[in-house]
């Protein structure tokens, strides 16, 4: 596939039940939290920390997600920029908690992941990204591309 419609077409043909699309409408942007919620609990070696402490491993695979909409689609993209800012405050705020953030977050992917899985059984389909890993990435922009068609902008 080579365009950002073409990807998001095929993410699509697994998601026609409206149950199904609600669930991942949900569940989609929790497992990104989650996820990223685990790279952060991650130690990391101190000179990322003396570069700065917002730097670690859940930030990273976060500026690396960018980069890789920003070739997929700019208008995207640039709506995933105040995602990825609430994802950092969220996972912030979680790791501010009594809970350890790893625990926390292992508790919402798995249940996240439950909640699709069940999507994906009431639709009578296997996950897209059995076929392709990369439909991993392309689940937040499909949520995203959803919000653009409502508002009518591009992408």
Known sequence: MSDIHSWLAEYAKDHQNPVNQSI???????????LIGLLWAIPVPAEFTAISPALNWG???LLASVVYYLIMSIPLALGMVPVVLATVVIVNWLDQQASPLWLSSAVIFSLSWLGQFYGHKLEGRRPAFFRDLQFLMI????VLAGLYRRLGIPY
């Open 139 to 142: 689940g937040p922009l499909w």
């Open 59 to 61: 930030t990273t695979f």
């Open 24 to 34: 991942h409408k949900v569940c989609v942007p929790l497992i990104v939290i989650s």
